[in-house]
């Protein structure tokens, strides 16, 4: 009997005094149904756009160089004598609706471009980031005296693009882009205008700083006498606080989608492929 | 023999009382949104700082009991990269999403707190990232239309919750991190 109780008794001291020591229960749940951390940290993974969005309010101006072949060796210091560089300002509307201006030293080329994310990745929801890249491109570079009758028009491409990520876990993600561009003028005379490409590229973290990219574009309906090569990539991103830098090697040197996919000329087997990166700065 | 039963009946009933009457008299003022800010920038850079504008925090009046959680995805930096680099590479907020502070206000008394400020020492356990560290400080407490309001602030080191930074961008950011807060804790 007296044991009996003394049990009750320690019993009941046990659990008014748990109940007593956790002031933040009720208080301590986690939200599981949360949209899940960019599957890219970059806004490019390589050459392709990646789902990662500019946050609201944000200006970035993004550098990018692609330096001559590395095939030239060391007369031109593997391709560092010659650069093509891009400038771009990026700037979001919302953190879904991101407008952009650009200028390449590859052709002159002036892009306008949106870039609206229509779906984000979920912890336990919807299981992709899906996001609309559409882009203008004007080539200022074609000359009348070469090409008379030139109209304002041919100056004009156009790129329609979806980007489908997944984040699999902390450390890799994969995207799909499905692209469709159109040049109204085309260098090579059995080119279809209008094209169709393929993208895949992906990302793996190696360190907490470090993480390997690549990506290609499986080009549908490249006319059999064209010279240009699909754009193999691989690079690397440096991750700090705030900042990503990449690195890469490609074989297509131009950084506009249309450019990289259409008149992408480097050989990966022959050794003729760019080196490359892309700088970031924001403005908050 | 008997007796000495009822008087141990006796006293285990009471005992069970005073623990029933504790748990069921506990007085506790919560803030469901408090404010928690952290910085550990340094000077001629980027700053790097965030607010948490959804902390719980819970205070037993009766005892001085303190309690406070912050979900570390609740912090907000100006550049939205840094914010996720934060919880990815830094706080690992996937792995740890939770910081607990636990702690005791010294000598706190409810009676005698009014609207003219007083200061009054904690002295508790920070848990982050995995790990503990003890925390003391003082902090401001006044009486605000019914509500306790707790405002103050505290240093400590990623180092001592062993958040790595790396050496690229050791001088960008503070070796001691600055952190404030302000409850406003309602009964």
């Known amino acids: 009997m007296q044991l009996k109780l003394s049990l009750i008794a320690c019993l009941l001291v046990i659990s008014v005094g748990h109940a007593q020591e956790d002031l933040l229960s009720g208080f301590d749940s986690v939200p599981t149904n949360t949209f899940k951390s960019a599957a890219f940290k970059g806004l490019k993974i390589v050459n392709f756009e990646s789902t990662k969005m500019v946050s609201k309010g944000e200006l970035y101006f993004v550098v990018s160089h692609r330096f001559g072949s590395v095939k030239t060796g060391i007369e031109d210091f593997f391709g560092l004598d010659q650069a093509v560089t891009r400038l771009n300002f990026l700037y979001a509307i919302s953190d879904g609706i991101n407008i952009g201006l650009s200028r390449s030293s590859f052709q002159k080329i002036y892009e306008s471009s949106l870039k609206v994310r229509l779906v984000r990745e979920k912890a336990n929801g919807f299981p992709f980031t899906i996001v609309s890249s559409n882009n203008i491109l004007l080539n200022t570079a074609l000359d009348d005296d070469v090409l008379p009758g030139l109209s304002f028009e041919n100056r004009l491409g156009y790129t329609v693009q979806l980007l489908i990520s997944k984040r699999f876990n902390k450390n890799f993600s994969l995207q799909l882009m499905p692209t469709f561009f159109h040049d109204n003028l085309v260098s090579v005379a059995e080119q279809e205008n209008s094209q169709y490409v393929l993208g895949f590229g992906g990302r793996h973290k190696l360190t907490k700083r470090f993480s390997i990219n690549f990506d290609y574009g499986l080009h549908m309906n490249r006319a059999s006498s064209s010279p240009f090569k699909n754009p193999l990539s691989v690079g690397i991103d440096i991750e700090t606080g705030g900042h990503v830098f990449q690195l890469h090697f490609t074989n297509a040197q131009p950084m506009n989608t249309n450019g990289f996919l259409g008149q992408g000329t480097g050989d990966w087997g022959s050794g003729d492929f760019f080196f490359g990166f892309n700088l970031s700065r924001v403005f908050n | ?187």
């Open chain 2, 1 to 187: 023999m008997k007796n000495m039963k009822t008087v141990q009946l006796v006293a285990i009933l009471f005992m069970t009382g005073v623990f029933a009457t504790h748990l069921y008299g506990q007085n506790n003022y919560v803030d469901k949104a408090g404010y928690l800010k952290f910085e550990a920038s340094e000077k001629l850079f980027e700053p790097v700082e965030a607010v948490n504008k959804s902390v719980t925090a819970v205070l037993n009046t009766d005892t001085g009991e303190f309690a406070s959680l912050a979900l570390v995805v609740g912090f907000r930096f100006e550049n939205s990269l840094m914010e996720e680099h934060f919880n990815e590479n830094y706080i690992e907020s996937e792995t740890y999403p939770k910081a607990i502070f636990r702690g005791m206000l010294i000598d706190f008394d409810l009676s005698n707190l009014s609207d003219e400020p007083v200061e009054i020492a904690v002295d508790g356990k920070l848990a982050l990232h995995g790990k503990e560290k003890e925390v003391k400080t003082m902090v401001s407490l006044q009486k605000l239309n019914g509500a306790v309001v707790m405002k103050g602030g505290f240093t400590v080191t990623p180092s001592d919750f062993a958040i790595e930074i790396p050496s690229i961008v050791k001088n960008k950011i503070a070796r001691e991190v600055l952190v404030s807060l302000n409850f406003n804790l309602k009964p």
